[in-house]
């Protein structure tokens, strides 16, 4: 199974998470956002949500929040995994 991972900022990754993924045969698909290139995605059939000093309204400052709520309201909607790490 490939699981995104949203990556808020470089010091908070996915840690003992990554262990797990990979003990359990899955991979892990890491969005780094705090990147200049790098996107929320479309879609994921299991999503893990790291952490950050943002909150979630904080959209002027970190406009991919939007689509990150977008998504996560979407899976939820679908009854897909999502795993919050806060």
Do not use: Y
């Not at 899955?26 to 999503?47: G, M, R, S, Y």
């Not at 309201?73 to 919050?84: A, D, I, T």
């Amino acid at each position: 199974m490939i699981i995104d991972v949203l990556q808020h900022v470089p010091h908070e990754g996915p840690g003992l998470i990554a262990n797990w993924a990979r003990e359990n045969q899955h991979q892990l698909k890491i969005h780094t956002l705090f990147e200049e290139n790098e996107h929320v995605p479309k879609d994921a059939d299991f999503l893990i949500v790291l952490g950050g000093p943002m909150g979630i309204n904080d959209t002027a400052e970190f406009p991919w929040l939007l689509e990150e709520r977008a998504l996560i309201r979407r899976l939820s909607e679908q009854n897909k995994p999502v795993f919050g790490v806060c």
